[in-house]
């Protein structure tokens, strides 16, 4: 494990749920930061400070319940005030690429749905330019052999997520294929074309979809906007 990153995502976290308010429904992210992040909403929970949760995996949502955090279900939110998630790469115009952790698809739900989104994340995340992380995309598992070789003809690399030595299910029962692209393609774009393939559920492909950054760094939490 590297301490200094973990350091990082936990002061990002920290920062971050001083943006929940009371009253608020908060859209609880995925991954490590966000563990971090439903950690402090919880203890901020048990102190007094009143608020939803809803959750973007099964993962976050079995620990926000073990913190006491009340859950809603989606047909059971109006609105959602705020999401808070962890992303893989972002760049500076805060286009992200998500999906990592495999909860992509519930994560675009909320973030869509979300009046406010901040990203959070350890400064290893910021980029100059998307396209080291291999981009996460879902597929229903029937159209995943066709969605691969499509991908594979736009000069991609689509690799098939693996997990306890079958193919990876995501919480909502589909596949995903890790995609490297070729350097300098255009994420947006090539996202965009593999989204309107037949049988693609989602890509991890975020585009400016956050308003806040608040990411961790060797010299403090920095806040972008
Ligand atoms: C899960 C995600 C995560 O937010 C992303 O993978 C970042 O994870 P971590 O905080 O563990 O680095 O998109 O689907």
């Keep these: 494990m590297d301490h200094k990153k973990e350091q990082q995502k936990q002061q990002a976290a920290r920062a971050a749920a001083d943006y929940i308010k009371e009253g608020m429904t908060i859209g609880l992210g995925s991954g490590t930061?966000?563990?971090?992040?439903?950690?402090?909403?919880?203890?901020?929970?048990?102190?007094?400070?009143?608020?939803?949760?809803?959750?973007?995996?099964?993962?976050?949502?079995?620990?926000?319940?073990?913190?006491?955090?009340?859950?809603?279900?989606?047909?059971?939110?109006?609105?959602?005030?705020?999401?808070?998630?962890?992303?893989?790469?972002?760049?500076?115009?805060?286009?992200?690429?998500?999906?990592?952790?495999?909860?992509?698809?519930?994560?675009?739900?909320?973030?869509?749905?979300?009046?406010?989104?901040?990203?959070?994340?350890?400064?290893?995340?910021?980029?100059?330019?998307?396209?080291?992380?291999?981009?996460?995309?879902?597929?229903?598992p029937f159209g995943m052999p066709f969605v691969k070789r499509r991908i594979a003809d736009m000069g991609a690399v689509p690799v098939l997520r693996m997990g306890d030595g079958k193919s990876y299910l995501t919480d909502s029962g589909n596949f995903i294929l890790d995609v490297q692209f070729a350097e300098n393609t255009d994420i947006s774009q090539a996202a965009e074309q593999i989204r309107n393939m037949p049988g693609v559920v989602e890509t991890g492909y975020f585009g400016q979809m956050c308003s806040r950054i608040v990411a961790g760094t060797s010299s403090g939490v920095k806040v972008m906007e």
Aim: glycine share 12%; no cysteine; charged share 30%.
């Design 33 to 140: 930061t966000s563990r971090y992040l439903i950690r402090e909403a919880g203890k901020r929970y048990g102190q007094g400070l009143h608020f939803y949760g809803i959750a973007t995996s099964r993962d976050s949502e079995q620990l926000a319940a073990s913190l006491g955090i009340p859950l809603l279900e989606p047909e059971q939110a109006g609105k959602i005030h705020l999401a808070i998630d962890g992303v893989d790469e972002i760049d500076r115009e805060f286009r992200a690429v998500k999906g990592g952790g495999g909860a992509l698809l519930r994560e675009k739900i909320i973030a869509s749905w979300a009046e406010e989104v901040i990203w959070i994340m350890d400064e290893s995340k910021l980029v100059e330019r998307l396209g080291a992380f291999p981009s996460p995309v879902e597929t229903v």
